[in-house]
């Protein structure tokens, strides 16, 4: 028989239950209010204040699992045309899994870099014909960014491949001509193993996710996880200028894409996507050492806690800043104030952004920093169309989490940690008609509705238990 403590806990148990079916409903019901009222974004213009230069690429990254591309979040090319309509899409060919860097070459075509299982094509693709003049298969995992140089090299970005105690991660020149390397570089070789999560508990030790020439013999690189950007020189392998180090988050953390500049005055100008800290930055180096390292001031900021994961930020002769904004899904290019006066929607995942008039960004001589520009601080963006959830004026979810939590003692960390993961995860998973919201209402009631199977099941355990020791005691 039942206790009398049991008898007179009944009521709260069925309160308890009652309060929980309606916080489900609600859950339930507001995501569907969500998603009946969700666009999912298309390619199409947002804010045009003022037009283009001419055709803009932008190289989306799309999602795949296992290798198989995801035909509803496709990877794929797209040039935007000055009032930032879509002029024409390139899938790859069908035969790629990512689409990631995409650069102008002088003779009009564009250097363009995919991967599948295993592989990496870099192309040189026609823009008119949308036909490949060439095609290069490398044998390493997803690259992110090559680049052609003297005419028949290519400098490559080499990353995912650390394994056990060792990594083949780092820089290297592959000859077109010869078909072999000619020059590397490793991340081994000048880091300490422990370095990040260190090699042997990765796979993806450094991802190294851009390199630029910017200079004779002189390569800019991005360890992403490393948290810092260097530049290294080809002849001596050193190191000669540093930006960040690991785990300083408070300069970059887990950047993409950086741009070197120099001011009038020649001041070394660092323009970084840093991306976790969803912001675009830029430090001018006031003093420089012969270890590499420099004075670092920030000078100017923009889209702080606005952007989401933004992985390229490219100067314009204008002045103004080409931004890829990634799991908002545009592009915008924005005055040094964080006005937005050209924006393009370009779902799912862009990685790249270039305007073909002004080629690879690397090689611009003409781009102004900041300080030449006689501005710096930090700003807000303004402006928006607001046709994707997580811009104009609505918040996204992990958006939401960093800025209510992120700067409260103890669960500040957790609650940064879980943003970054929700991005990652939800993008891969959320089906594309479901409003983002409306995910993030479903996925707390799938938690409630375990929690209460799992409360349930332990309870009727409890009171099973109970009634076998009443028996036995009776």
């Known amino acids: ?120 094509l870099v192309y040189e693709l026609n823009p008119e014909t949308r036909e490949r003049v060439w095609t290069e298969t490398l044998n390493i995992t997803d690259t992110h960014d090559v680049d052609l140089i003297n005419d028949d090299q290519l400098l490559v970005a080499n990353l995912r491949n650390s394994e056990g105690s060792t990594s083949d991660e780092g820089i290297f020149i592959y000859n077109l001509t010869t078909d072999e390397r000619t020059w590397e570089w490793k991340f081994e070789n000048h880091y300490p193993d422990d370095t990040d999560q260190g090699i042997s508990n990765t796979e993806d030790w450094s991802h190294v996710n851009d390199v630029d020439k910017i200079g004779d013999g002189e390569y800019l690189v991005s360890p992403r996880n490393f948290d810092e950007v260097i530049v290294v020189n080809k002849s001596t392998k050193n190191v000669t200028m540093r930006l960040g180090s690991d785990g300083n988050h408070d300069i970059l953390d887990e950047q993409h894409n950086p741009t070197y500049l120099e001011s009038e005055n020649g001041t070394p100008t660092m323009l970084v996507a840093d991306s976790e800290n969803d912001r675009v930055v830029e430090y001018a180096c006031e003093s420089r050492y012969e270890n590499g390292t420099c004075d670092w001031n920030l000078v100017w900021e923009v889209g702080d806690g ?121 993008e891969w998973v959320r089906p594309v008609w479901l409003a983002p919201w409306g995910f993030v209402g479903l996925v707390l009631a799938g938690v409630l509705v375990l929690a209460w199977l799992i409360g349930e099941v332990a309870y009727w355990q409890r009171a099973r238990i109970g009634r076998v020791q009443a028996r036995l005691t009776g």
């Open 1 to 120: 028989m039942l206790s009398l403590s049991s008898i007179a806990d009944a009521p709260r148990r069925h309160r308890l239950r009652a309060a929980l079916a309606v916080v489900v409903l609600l859950l339930v019901v507001g995501a569907g209010v969500a998603t009946a009222n969700y666009t999912p974004p298309e390619l199409e213009a947002g804010t045009v204040e003022s037009e283009a230069n001419g055709t803009t690429y932008v190289a989306v990254q799309g999602f795949h699992f296992d290798g198989q591309g995801n035909g509803k979040k496709p990877a794929r090319l797209v040039a935007t045309d000055e009032r930032a309509q879509a002029k024409w899409v390139y899938d790859g060919g069908g035969d790629v899994s990512w689409f990631y860097d995409v650069d102008p070459l002088p003779n009009g075509n564009l250097l363009a870099v995919n991967t599948k299982p295993g592989k990496t």
């Open 306 to 426: 606005q952007f989401d994961w933004p992985r390229d930020a490219d100067r314009l002769p204008n002045g103004n800043t080409l931004v890829v904004d990634t799991q908002n899904h545009r592009v915008v290019e924005v005055t040094p104030e964080g006005e937005i006066v050209w924006e393009a929607l370009a779902p799912w995942a862009p990685y790249d952004v270039e305007r073909a008039a002004y080629g690879d960004e690397a090689m611009g001589t003409d781009r102004p920093t900041i300080r030449d520009m006689n501005e710096s601080g930090s700003y807000q963006l303004s402006g928006s169309a607001g046709l994707v959830p997580g811009t104009g004026d609505s918040m996204s979810f992990s958006n939401w989490v960093t800025t209510t939590l992120g700067d409260l003692p103890v669960v500040g960390g957790p609650a940064n940690a879980f943003a970054d993961q929700w991005d990652v995860i939800s």
